[in-house]
């Protein structure tokens, strides 16, 4: 299954959109090296990827939350600590052997935890930004 910024995932922000194409793109290839095959491979530049993806957006959207007063902030930002914990967790679980098939499985885990973010709480604030633009 490909991941894909469907009407239901966008934001109305071009920013956000935008670094959430790139969250996408980048679970697609973990995902398609999975289908080959090279899943084991493919984990670790992708968790590196998740990992500073998360930290730089997250931080572009508290950003905003901040700048135009988002009434949402405090559980957005909480949503995100705890989530960078988890995705944390996680990945420091993979053994340096490499990862096993239960690893891929949480770590794709964590991805439909943040989707469903995106579909619910980002979305929320993106109608928030836009009525102040």
Do not use: W
């Not at 590196?48 to 508290?62: I, Q, R, T």
């Not at 007063?69 to 995100?80: E, I, L, S, V």
């Not at 098939?101 to 619910?120: E, T």
């Amino acid at each position: 299954m490909k991941y894909e910024l469907t009407k239901d995932l966008e934001s109305g922000n071009a920013i956000i959109d935008r670094e959430h194409r790139e969250l996408f793109a980048a679970v697609n290839r973990l995902m398609d090296a999975c289908g080959m095959g090279k899943g084991r491979s493919a984990l670790e530049p992708a968790v590196k990827f998740l990992l500073d993806y998360v930290n730089k957006h997250f931080a572009h959207e508290e950003e905003l939350q901040k700048k135009y007063g988002y009434p949402g902030y405090a559980p957005h930002h909480t949503f995100h600590e705890n989530y960078k914990r988890k995705l944390q967790e996680v990945a420091g679980a993979i053994p340096a052997a490499g990862p096993s098939v239960a690893d891929l499985a949480a770590i794709n885990g964590q991805i439909g935890v943040l989707i469903s973010h995106i579909r619910m709480e980002d979305k929320k604030l993106g109608a928030f930004l836009k009525s102040k633009s």
